[in-house]
Antibody, heavy 123, light 106 residues
Framework: ELHLEESGGGLVQPGGSLRLSCTASDFSVKHYAMHWVRQSPDKGLEWVSGISWSGAKKDYADFVKGRFIISRDNAAKSLFLQMSSLRQEDTALYYC????????????????WGKGTMVTVSS | DIQMTQSPSTLSASVGDRVTITCRASHNISTWLAWYQQKQGQAPKLLIYKTSILEREVSSRFSGSGFGTEFTLTINSLQPDDFATYFCQQYESYVTFGQGTKLDIK
């Protein structure tokens, strides 16, 4: 059974940067798109960004465009999210999530979720 | 952007009840809709995809229906383990989640 484990969260000041990482337990993830989804009490679940299996296609929610960069390293079974110009409203639990359609460049539904890493943006 | 609106936000029911949660899309999403269950302190769990297809090992007490802009999740014969928060998600264009429906014990 595939497991995903996020790391890199923490407390950061507004305007600061943080890099989230996600490591998968096996190489099956290399065939699938991957996502970052965040959750906060006031905004619920929000899709943040997704990347195709090859890394060729990357998409972002409007509220992070120009500030966050998603990337992946299939050889290392890893997904990343470089976050900069952080705002208080970026405070949330960030989940690494696996998509379900192998080899597709489109995004679908999600079947494997990590436990999340908490990002707190505060002065 | 496609917006997803769930109703109700909170639903109180008893063990054995049948409940229905509605999800409305701001644009036609055909049948590109999934449902998730989230228990306190846990990550969401996939229940249903493509509107009505049950994920493996999900109880047949769960069912989904709909097309276009209106969708429902129905849970028959509620069990204690079903009290949780439920989210819909569209994947017709990018990804958007509904705001969630909390199902609690009456």
């Amino acid at each position: 059974e595939l497991h995903l484990e996020e790391s890199g969260g923490g407390l950061v000041q507004p305007g600061g940067s943080l890099r989230l990482s996600c490591t998968a337990s096996d190489f099956s993830v290399k065939h699938y798109a991957m996502h970052w989804v965040r959750q906060s009490p006031d905004k619920g679940l929000e899709w943040v960004s997704g990347i195709s299996w090859s890394g060729a296609k990357k998409d972002y929610a409007d509220f992070v465009k120009g500030r966050f960069i998603i990337s992946r390293d299939n050889a290392a079974k890893s997904l990343f999210l470089q976050m900069s110009s952080l705002r208080q409203e970026d405070t949330a639990l960030y989940y690494c999530v696996k998509d379900t359609d192998p080899g597709s460049v489109s995004f679908y539904y999600m079947d494997v979720w990590g436990k999340g890493t908490m990002v707190t943006v505060s002065s | 952007d496609i917006q997803m609106t769930q109703s109700p936000s909170t639903l109180s029911a008893s063990v054995g009840d049948r409940v229905t949660i509605t999800c409305r899309a701001s644009h036609n999403i055909s049948t590109w809709l999934a449902w998730y269950q989230q228990k306190q302190g846990q990550a969401p769990k996939l229940l249903i995809y493509k509107t009505s297809i049950l994920e493996r090992e999900v109880s047949s007490r769960f069912s989904g229906s709909g097309f276009g802009t209106e969708f429902t999740l129905t849970i028959n014969s509620l069990q204690p383990d079903d009290f949780a928060t439920y989210f819909c998600q569209q994947y017709e264009s990018y990804v958007t989640f509904g705001q969630g429906t909390k199902l609690d014990i009456k």
